[in-house]
């Protein structure tokens, strides 16, 4: 690829976004006095902030590059999952939303001891450790690679950079640093999304009529195959994979969950999570059209061969963007990643306090706990980096191919414990665990038959006929209705326990008809 020579005017835009980040994370330094405080600062932020900050998490540096990609090189059949999830949301939030404020204190996986016991907490906290670790190591490795190729920047000096910077904000600020500075680079990222679109509509001869012909004639604007097929990636498999990604990320995840206990009242942290899905899904829906209009425009104009398709977006940018322009995008690039990896350092921090420091050493004082964060913070910021590094030295297929794989097998079924907890009452701690075990053994089997890495031609464990053949994004799906499945089967084996009526969505009902009537009778 050809690498940019950047003008001062592009420096310039991205120096001050990340000093402008620097300095909100310095505004709020002297107020983080408490664990409360630190973790989710509870009635001192506007709806209207958490719903960008909600956004900003989502749209990741990831979003940046490899929608743009796939919409160059397929049609818009990813955004399906992303379609599902206002659908999904407007049908819970109006419970999941108050049943968390009132049960949990900080970490989300508080609610799943209280329902299940000690087992199902540490199970799901591991999940969510080694999800976001995960994803962090791959926000960092292609923000590392994408900055290199396009400025010629040496891809360790870039992780390590805005690795220490993301570190600052987060550790002197805490959550609200970390929403205030998701506000900032949340207009930035929608700046850059619509600039470059905008610039790609101009520059194709014909316009939008062009640009949608061209995109119709080569089956680039549908959601497509539409067939019912769960071997192959169709229509049927994203939407019903759309629908668990949906229940787990807004029902289970530590980063969207957080957000909700900072909103002043119920009412404001519902309002913030659905002004967020509004601005996210359109803003996923932006990103994919870009990679439908770079594939129209490269239909009229040569393009190097052998380019991957994840490639094309920057080289559009370092080639045809005018200076100013290729400033604002690599701005908005890097606020992406420092969004999305911020909130992670502040919600890993929470987890690992709530959810292990306080267990290990119940005697330790607010302050002792909030020391304990601030160092948490730390090592889990160099701990992402230290993974993006081996992602870099390993490439795709190597080390952290490994990682993948522990993690698809021992963190299946997050969405199965959270719907079996909060829809049944006969569901029991004795039996939830046996569907855990039951989920693990299946994601083991289907995982390891399955999988491919580093270009081999047979998957790790080849059992021939016995393989696991679906898409791997059915995986799991089938991995949270097992959990649902065995896990209530094997509960009626145990006595019913009793359960705590805040705990299930029956309790929430039923609460929201008594209130009513005594309206009504008032």
Not at 8 to 21: C, G, N, P, Q
Not at 56 to 78: Q, R
Not at 84 to 109: A, Q
Not at 304 to 316: D, I, L, S, T
Request: proline share 3%; glycine share 10%.
């Amino acid at each position: 690829m050809k690498h940019a020579t950047l003008h001062l005017i592009d420096y310039v835009i991205i120096l001050v976004a990340l000093i402008t980040s620097l300095s909100i994370g310095l505004r709020f330094a002297g107020g983080q006095k408490s664990t409360k405080k630190y973790f989710v600062s509870r009635g001192n932020l506007p709806a209207w902030a958490i719903g960008m900050s909600l956004m900003a998490t989502l749209i990741s540096s990831v979003t940046f590059l490899a929608y743009p990609g796939e919409g160059f090189a397929s049609n818009w059949i990813l955004l399906v999952q992303g379609l599902m999830v206002p659908i999904v949301l407007l049908g819970m939030v109006w419970f999941i939303i108050p049943l968390y404020r009132k049960v949990i204190g900080v970490s989300t996986y508080e609610y799943f001891e209280k329902r299940f016991g000690t087992f199902a907490r540490f199970y799901s906290s591991i999940s969510f450790v080694l999800t976001h670790f995960s994803k962090m190591g791959t926000v960092f490795y292609l923000l590392a690679l994408a900055l290199a190729s396009m400025t010629d920047t040496n891809p360790y000096m870039v992780v390590c950079g805005i690795g220490v910077v993301i570190i600052i904000i987060t550790l002197i600020g805490g959550i609200e640093a970390v929403i205030w500075t998701d506000v900032v680079q949340g207009f930035l990222l929608i700046a850059g999304g619509v600039a470059s679109l905008i610039i790609l509509m101009y520059s194709i001869k014909g316009g939008f009529p062009e640009l949608w012909h061209i995109a119709t004639v080569n089956h680039k604007n549908n959601f497509g195959p539409y067939k019912w097929d769960f071997k192959k990636l169709t229509f049927v498999v994203m939407a019903i994979n759309g629908v668990f990604y949906a229940v787990q990320k807004y029902g289970t995840d530590q980063t969207m969950v957080q957000r909700y206990l900072t909103a002043k009242t119920d009412k404001a942290a519902i309002r913030a999570s659905l002004m967020g899905v509004a601005i996210t899904v359109p803003l996923w829906g932006l990103f994919m059209f870009i990679g439908t209009a770079l594939f129209a425009y490269y239909q009229q104009n040569p393009l190097p061969a052998g380019m991957k398709a994840e490639a094309v977006f920057p080289y559009f940018i370092t080639s045809k963007l005018p200076p100013g322009a290729v400033g604002l995008i690599l701005a908005a690039l890097i606020s992406a990643a420092i969004s999305s990896l911020g909130a992670d350092l502040n919600c890993l921090s929470a987890i690992g306090v709530e959810d292990y420091y306080k267990k290990f050493k119940p005697k330790a004082d607010d302050h002792q706990a909030l020391r304990a964060g601030k160092w948490i913070v730390v090592w889990a910021g160099i701990g992402s980096i230290g993974i993006a590094m081996l992602y870099l030295m390993a490439g795709e297929d190597g080390v952290l191919g490994i990682v993948f794989a522990l993690y698809a097998i021992f963190s299946g079924g997050i969405a199965g414990i959270f719907l079996l907890g909060l829809f049944s009452s006969r569901a029991n701690r004795q039996g939830l665990n046996i569907g855990i075990i039951a989920c693990i053994i299946f994601t083991a089997w289907a995982f390891l038959t399955s999988a491919k890495l580093g270009g081999a031609k047979h998957p790790w464990l080849d059992l021939g006929g016995f393989n696991f053949k679906q898409h791997k994004y059915m995986l799991g799906v089938y991995s949270h209705l097992i959990v649902v499945v065995v896990g209530y089967v094997a509960s009626l084996f145990f006595p019913k326990q009793e359960v705590d009526k805040h705990l299930l969505y029956k309790g929430w009902r039923d609460a929201k008809r008594e209130h009513k009537l005594e309206e009504a009778e008032a």
